[in-house]
């Protein structure tokens, strides 16, 4: 029993001798830490002061009262080494925690640190090293300021991984003489992989030497999430950027960013005046939101000239590239798959390699110049099973050139497959290995992916594509393009390729520079396309004209009346009934086609109907106009077979005086083949229509029914 009694009567020694105590600071702006005034368990004083210091106390420094009633900053350092279960800083706070002479300072933490929204930690000694220790027990998100500042070698180790956090509206400075946060290798005290964290909205603030990601090229012992801040205020160390994945990169405060390695991707890049950034002269440097330079951007020439750089946007929401800044010279841009890029400033392209475009972008009335090439990517999507995926690497090796050519590598080309993450681009490519780079690192070993390219140019220069993309070097633009036109222009088409175009749509008017093949929709959103002379527009079997066709919206046809020259509209594999919204210059004047077997046409018109039915014949006499109207359909079949309801349509303005009071009946379709014949099929006089059932195909007038002009030709 005497035993027992003695046991229990230890163990409550013992608790007690561990038990928790919380002391507030109340030693003032600058008094001891070890000494046991500084500390009391009561707010400003009044309570027990902590005579001997325990692992397990929790301290405090309130904002509010640091004793006797003051506020203030306070500077306060551990006299040695010391262990402590909990820090909390709160309402305002400010702790200067750092040494003035030489020597070290551990401060360890078994639990977590409190930093709230308004408050300021500062881990800053002018000399020797002060380091606060984040034991492997210890979890603490930051959500005020826990800064690394000082010229003493001044750090933080963390020893679990994402066992410091910086929540959103935090931030941290580093400025100190060391690695801000340790490195993996550092000889006491080391932090582990991946264990601080930045979280969204939260901000890393870059001001020495010293690389706050570790002390290697592959160190990720901080991570900065998407959304946060690494705002860059002096010039960066050797391989800073080297295979990070960033979120918002800010460069501010006159610093000169200047890269010698290669990033992973960064979000938005803001560059504010005076400051530059300069991305690395070979391999792509990813970008997935906007760059907004008000300072200097470009590419590095050292230690080499520019060569095979390439700024390459691969985001999954609009993304835009402006500023007032400078554009300094760029390698190359590429635009990935589902990147869709506005430019909002002109760009300089001046590298070896070829820019190249896989997804969207918007030149505005913006210029692409400078010696590189340009390939904008042919639409396809293939698929090879002949692929070496191997889990976590982001290499992808095909079997043999063939395969590799087969499935079209490229620049931003959209990678997919069962072991390829979402949203994974091209990122480099080394044909002579068969290889090449995405984004992403495989999730499993596998041997299928498929590659897609979707490119889309959109523009608003008065000089169309050849105007926006400018560039010296060679340029070619694949089959299936999207082209989208929103500025006024006579020159919209570029004149280097005659490949078929995918989708067009015109937002603004637009005369033809050329003939063109369209496998997708021609869409005239309230505005024209004029054919010029000679020029043919083709609406392959898989396009279709799109939208609202008016007055004002519609296919213009120039027609010379001195050379008889016209322009064409010509549509294949033409199946059902198909509207074609042609007009001349100043008057709508449709013709609807509806074959009975696929057929391929021919279609202009003019006004001013002629003697002969061409653009430059003999006018019709004002006499014979008065029944008619005074335009000519001129509708070919190029081939197929079988009737056609041929319909035309036309405005009142080009009725004759007594044609405008014909009823259905008296209204009809003459063609013309030598002579024009009798006026025939049916009319609807409010609707200013007529149809014609017919197999042969001819210029086409409309005027009297069971009339035939009174000329032989």
Not at 617 to 640: E, F, P, S
Request: with cysteine.
């Amino acid at each position: 029993m005497k035993r027992i009694l003695l046991l229990m009567i230890l163990s409550c020694f013992t608790a007690v001798g561990f038990a928790q105590s919380t002391y507030y600071w109340v030693g003032g702006a600058t008094a001891s830490w070890g000494s046991a005034g500084s500390w009391n368990t009561t707010l400003g004083g009044g309570g027990t002061n902590r005579s001997t210091p325990n692992p397990a106390d929790i301290l405090i420094f309130d904002g509010s009262n640091i004793g006797s009633g003051a506020t203030g900053a306070i500077t306060s350092l551990p006299t040695g080494n010391e262990v402590i279960a909990k820090l909390i800083l709160q309402n305002a706070a400010t702790l200067n925690l750092g040494r003035t002479t030489t020597g070290t300072t551990y401060l360890y933490l078994d639990g977590e640190v409190v930093v709230s929204s308004n408050s300021v930690l500062n881990i800053n000694g002018v000399t020797g090293t002060t380091c606060l220790v984040f034991n492997a027990t210890s979890n603490s998100t930051i959500l005020g300021q826990l800064n690394v500042l000082g010229a003493g070698t001044n750090r933080l180790s963390v020893k679990a991984v994402s066992a410091l956090k910086f929540a959103a509206g935090s931030s941290c400075s580093v400025g100190s003489g060391t690695n801000p946060f340790s490195t993996l290798t550092t000889g006491t005290n080391p932090s582990v992989d991946k264990s601080v964290v930045f979280q969204q909205g939260s901000s890393l603030i870059y001001q020495s030497q010293f690389n706050p990601f570790g002390g290697n090229s592959t160190s990720n012992v901080a991570v900065c999430q998407s959304g946060s801040n690494f705002i860059m205020e002096t010039a960066n160390v050797t391989n800073l950027f080297n295979a990070k994945t960033l979120g918002n990169v800010i460069v501010r405060n006159s610093a000169t960013v200047n890269l010698t390695e290669t990033f992973s991707a960064i979000e938005n890049l803001t560059i504010e005046p005076g400051a530059t950034f300069l991305i690395r002269n070979q391999s792509a440097s990813p970008v997935t939101g906007n760059i907004v330079n008000n300072g200097t951007f470009g590419t590095s020439n050292s230690p080499n000239a520019i060569s095979s750089s390439q700024l390459l946007m691969a985001g999954v929401t609009p993304q835009t590239i402006s500023g007032s800044g400078t554009f300094s010279n760029l390698g190359g841009l590429t635009v990935g798959f589902n990147a869709n890029v506005t430019l909002n400033s002109s760009l300089n392209l001046v590298g070896t390699s070829t820019s190249s475009v896989a997804g969207t972008l918007n030149l505005t009335d913006k210029v692409l110049s400078g010696t590189s090439g340009m390939q904008v990517r042919e639409k396809y999507s293939i698929s090879n099973t002949n692929a070496t995926i191997t889990a976590g690497s982001a290499v992808i090796t095909m079997a043999s050139l063939v395969d590799y050519n087969a499935i079209k590598v490229g620049l931003g080309v959209l990678v997919t497959g069962p072991q390829i993450p979402v949203n994974s681009y091209i990122i480099s490519t080394n044909s002579g290995a068969f290889q090449f780079t995405i984004s992403n690192l495989a999730t499993a070993n596998g041997n299928e992916v498929t590659l897609s390219s979707n490119p889309q140019l959109i523009t608003s220069n008065a000089a169309g594509i050849d105007g926006s993309i400018a560039v010296s070097g060679s340029k070619t633009f694949g089959a299936g393009v999207n082209y989208t036109f929103n500025g006024s222009t006579v020159t919209p088409f570029t004149t280097t390729s005659n490949n078929t175009l995918g989708d067009v749509t015109f937002n603004a008017s637009a005369t033809t520079n050329k003939s063109v093949a369209i496998a997708g929709k021609l869409t005239l959103n309230n505005t024209k396309l004029t054919v010029n002379e000679s020029d043919i527009v083709t609406l392959e079997s898989t396009g279709a004209f799109n939208g609202t066709f008016n007055s004002t919206a519609y296919v213009a046809i120039n027609a010379n009346s001195g050379t008889g020259a016209v322009g064409t509209v010509r549509v294949t594999g033409l199946t059902a009934s198909t509207l074609i919204p042609v007009g001349t210059p100043t008057h709508y004047i449709p013709v609807t086609l509806a074959p009975t077997t696929a057929s391929n046409f021919d279609i202009n018109v003019f006004a001013g109907a002629t003697a002969d039915a061409t653009p430059n014949g003999m006018a019709l006499t004002a006499a014979q106009k008065l029944k008619m109207v005074d335009a000519v359909w001129n509708v070919n079949r190029t081939a197929g077979t079988g009737n056609t309801d041929v319909t035309l349509a036309w405005p009142t303005a080009l009725e004759g005086a007594d044609f405008s009071t014909f009823s259905n009946a008296q209204i009809g379709i003459a063609a013309y083949a030598g002579t024009y014949g009798t006026f025939t099929g049916s009319g609807n006089a409010a609707a200013n229509t007529a149809t014609l059932t017919t197999n042969t195909f001819a210029p086409f007038v409309v005027g009297e029914a069971n009339t035939t002009l009174p000329l032989t030709l």
